[in-house]
Protein backbone atom coordinates (compact mmCIF):
# COMPACT_ATOMS: atom_id res chain seq x y z
CA UNK A 1 0.00 0.00 0.00
CA UNK A 2 1.32 3.61 -0.90
CA UNK A 3 0.34 6.54 1.22
CA UNK A 4 -1.26 9.53 -0.62
CA UNK A 5 -2.31 12.90 0.04
CA UNK A 6 -4.90 15.13 -1.77
CA UNK A 7 -2.65 17.58 -3.76
CA UNK A 8 -5.97 19.24 -5.49
CA UNK A 9 -8.42 19.29 -7.79
CA UNK A 10 -8.08 19.73 -11.40
CA UNK A 11 -10.43 19.96 -14.85
CA UNK A 12 -10.29 17.44 -17.50
CA UNK A 13 -8.78 19.44 -20.69
CA UNK A 14 -11.55 17.79 -22.64
CA UNK A 15 -14.56 17.70 -21.17
CA UNK A 16 -14.10 20.06 -17.76
CA UNK A 17 -15.00 17.13 -15.42
CA UNK A 18 -13.20 18.04 -12.62
CA UNK A 19 -10.21 15.28 -11.01
CA UNK A 20 -9.38 14.51 -7.64
CA UNK A 21 -5.60 14.50 -7.71
CA UNK A 22 -3.87 12.21 -5.00
CA UNK A 23 0.20 11.99 -5.17
CA UNK A 24 2.38 9.91 -3.45
CA UNK A 25 4.39 10.84 0.18
CA UNK A 26 7.44 11.40 -2.12
CA UNK A 27 5.56 13.45 -4.87
CA UNK A 28 6.60 11.25 -7.47
CA UNK A 29 3.31 9.83 -8.24
CA UNK A 30 0.03 11.37 -8.81
CA UNK A 31 -2.95 9.46 -9.20
CA UNK A 32 -5.69 11.37 -10.65
CA UNK A 33 -9.56 10.49 -10.21
CA UNK A 34 -12.21 11.65 -12.10
CA UNK A 35 -15.06 12.93 -10.09
CA UNK A 36 -18.72 15.15 -9.65
CA UNK A 37 -18.67 18.71 -9.37
CA UNK A 38 -20.98 18.00 -6.35
CA UNK A 39 -18.14 15.73 -5.25
CA UNK A 40 -15.63 18.45 -6.12
CA UNK A 41 -17.19 21.41 -4.10
CA UNK A 42 -17.48 18.82 -1.09
CA UNK A 43 -13.83 17.85 -1.28
CA UNK A 44 -12.31 21.58 -1.58
CA UNK A 45 -14.56 22.58 1.29
CA UNK A 46 -12.78 20.12 3.39
CA UNK A 47 -9.35 21.03 2.20
CA UNK A 48 -9.96 24.63 3.00
CA UNK A 49 -11.57 23.39 6.26
CA UNK A 50 -14.50 25.28 5.64
CA UNK A 51 -18.73 24.39 7.14
CA UNK A 52 -21.49 25.09 5.77
CA UNK A 53 -24.53 27.03 7.92
CA UNK A 54 -26.12 23.52 7.88
CA UNK A 55 -24.81 19.87 7.69
CA UNK A 56 -24.22 18.81 4.30
CA UNK A 57 -24.00 14.70 4.12
CA UNK A 58 -19.99 14.54 4.50
CA UNK A 59 -20.55 16.59 7.64
CA UNK A 60 -23.57 14.38 8.72
CA UNK A 61 -21.68 11.29 8.02
CA UNK A 62 -18.48 12.80 10.34
CA UNK A 63 -21.18 13.61 13.09
CA UNK A 64 -22.77 10.23 12.83
CA UNK A 65 -19.01 8.71 13.50
CA UNK A 66 -18.23 11.05 16.53
CA UNK A 67 -21.61 10.33 18.52
CA UNK A 68 -20.98 6.74 17.86
CA UNK A 69 -17.11 7.04 18.68
CA UNK A 70 -16.27 5.72 15.41
CA UNK A 71 -12.59 5.58 14.93
CA UNK A 72 -11.92 6.43 10.63
CA UNK A 73 -8.37 4.95 10.75
CA UNK A 74 -7.59 5.05 7.23
CA UNK A 75 -9.39 5.29 3.48
CA UNK A 76 -7.88 2.41 1.67
CA UNK A 77 -8.33 2.91 -2.03
CA UNK A 78 -8.41 -1.02 -3.43
CA UNK A 79 -9.27 -1.82 -7.09
CA UNK A 80 -9.50 -0.33 -10.35
CA UNK A 81 -12.49 -1.85 -12.36
CA UNK A 82 -13.96 -0.78 -15.83
CA UNK A 83 -12.12 2.85 -15.07
CA UNK A 84 -14.41 2.73 -11.80
CA UNK A 85 -11.88 3.02 -8.08
CA UNK A 86 -13.38 1.01 -5.56
CA UNK A 87 -12.52 1.93 -1.77
CA UNK A 88 -13.54 1.41 2.12
CA UNK A 89 -13.31 3.21 5.05
CA UNK A 90 -11.70 0.97 7.94
CA UNK A 91 -13.17 2.36 10.55
CA UNK A 92 -12.84 0.95 14.44
CA UNK A 93 -14.95 1.09 17.92
CA UNK A 94 -12.70 -0.25 20.31
CA UNK A 95 -11.85 -3.44 19.42
CA UNK A 96 -14.00 -4.22 16.80
CA UNK A 97 -12.94 -2.86 13.41
CA UNK A 98 -15.15 -2.85 10.55
CA UNK A 99 -14.41 -1.91 6.38
CA UNK A 100 -17.64 -0.17 5.04
CA UNK A 101 -17.59 0.16 1.57
CA UNK A 102 -17.34 3.54 -0.03
CA UNK A 103 -17.09 5.72 -3.26
CA UNK A 104 -13.50 7.17 -2.70
CA UNK A 105 -14.71 10.81 -3.68
CA UNK A 106 -16.86 10.19 -0.43
CA UNK A 107 -14.02 8.47 1.57
CA UNK A 108 -11.44 11.22 0.18
CA UNK A 109 -13.78 13.91 1.99
CA UNK A 110 -14.00 11.84 4.93
CA UNK A 111 -10.39 11.43 5.45
CA UNK A 112 -10.08 15.15 4.78
CA UNK A 113 -12.49 16.36 7.44
CA UNK A 114 -11.47 13.93 9.83
CA UNK A 115 -7.43 13.94 9.11
CA UNK A 116 -7.26 10.16 8.46
CA UNK A 117 -4.76 9.06 5.87
CA UNK A 118 -5.00 7.44 2.45
CA UNK A 119 -3.84 4.60 1.17
CA UNK A 120 -4.01 3.01 -2.57
CA UNK A 121 -2.88 -0.97 -3.33
CA UNK A 122 0.06 -0.54 -4.89
CA UNK A 123 -1.68 -2.43 -8.02
CA UNK A 124 -3.75 0.91 -8.43
CA UNK A 125 -0.80 3.09 -7.99
CA UNK A 126 0.95 0.95 -11.32
CA UNK A 127 -1.96 0.82 -13.00
CA UNK A 128 -3.41 4.56 -13.22
CA UNK A 129 -0.67 6.83 -11.33
CA UNK A 130 0.94 9.82 -13.50
CA UNK A 131 4.49 11.04 -13.43
CA UNK A 132 4.79 13.73 -10.86
CA UNK A 133 7.98 14.47 -10.78
CA UNK A 134 10.00 13.87 -14.22
CA UNK A 135 13.06 15.33 -13.30
CA UNK A 136 13.96 12.53 -10.64
CA UNK A 137 12.18 10.07 -12.63
CA UNK A 138 14.74 10.98 -15.32
CA UNK A 139 17.47 10.97 -12.38
CA UNK A 140 16.76 7.65 -11.22
CA UNK A 141 16.80 5.80 -14.57
CA UNK A 142 20.33 7.88 -15.10
CA UNK A 143 21.34 6.01 -11.69
CA UNK A 144 19.89 2.93 -12.51
CA UNK A 145 21.74 2.77 -15.79
CA UNK A 146 25.29 3.47 -14.67
CA UNK A 147 24.39 1.03 -11.91
CA UNK A 148 24.20 -1.52 -14.93
CA UNK A 149 27.27 -0.25 -17.04
CA UNK A 150 29.52 -0.36 -13.65
CA UNK A 151 28.24 -4.00 -12.70
CA UNK A 152 30.64 -7.04 -13.57
CA UNK A 153 30.15 -10.69 -13.41
CA UNK A 154 32.59 -10.92 -10.72
CA UNK A 155 29.65 -8.80 -8.33
CA UNK A 156 27.57 -11.88 -8.55
CA UNK A 157 30.34 -13.96 -7.26
CA UNK A 158 29.68 -12.29 -3.90
CA UNK A 159 26.13 -13.60 -3.51
Known amino acids: MIEMNVDGI ?6 MSPIVMLIDTEGRRALPIW ?15 QSSPRPL ?5 VNI ?20 YYATLQTRHGDLTQDIDARPSDAIVLALRLNAPIWVMEEV ?3 ASIPADRDADE ?11 NLNPG ?3 QF
Open 65 to 84: LEQWDLELCRVLIHSLQDNT
Open 10 to 15: AFDAAT
Open 155 to 157: DFA
Open 57 to 61: THDLM
Open 35 to 49: ISQEQAKAIKLAIEQ
Open 139 to 149: EERRAFRQFLD
Open 125 to 127: VAD
